[in-house]
Nanobody
Framework: QVQLVESGGGLVQTGDSLRLSCVASGRTWSNAAVGWFRQAPGKEREFVAGISWRGGTKNYADFVKGRFTISRDNIGKTADLQMNDLSPEDTAAYYC???????????????????WGQGTQVTVSS
């Protein structure tokens, strides 16, 4: 069983930065891709960024390219999302997700991820 716990969310102003962290417990971590998703009220959950099992491949949604950076530490079983130049459109609950063991490369489909954290809220004021 895998548990994911996100942290680092908060209330910030336009142009500020935040760093979200995801900590995993359980045996399945280094053998699977990690994704960050977000969901705003009344909207579907959407892909933000993903990283492959060894960190060599990183994918980003078009709306965050150049502003967000995903990283992972397989020894510490953590994955971070550095978010810069935040705007009110980035306001959402952010979720860390882990793919099934052996799924090495990230996708943008929530259904491809087996484990989810409880989410951390990011609110950006104008």
């Amino acid at each position: 069983q895998v548990q994911l716990v996100e942290s680092g969310g908060g209330l910030v102003q336009t142009g500020d930065s935040l760093r979200l962290s995801c900590v995993a417990s359980g045996r399945t971590w280094s053998n699977a891709a990690v994704g960050w998703f977000r969901q705003a009220p009344g909207k579907e959950r959407e892909f933000v960024a993903g990283i492959s099992w060894r960190g060599g491949t990183k994918n980003y949604a078009d709306f965050v390219k150049g502003r967000f950076t995903i990283s992972r530490d397989n020894i510490g079983k953590t994955a971070d999302l550095q978010m810069n130049d935040l705007s009110p459109e980035d306001t959402a609950a952010y979720y860390c997700a882990l793919a099934a063991s052996g799924t090495h490369f990230p996708t943008d489909r929530p259904g491809d991820y087996d484990y989810w954290g409880q989410g951390t809220q990011v609110t950006v004021s104008s």
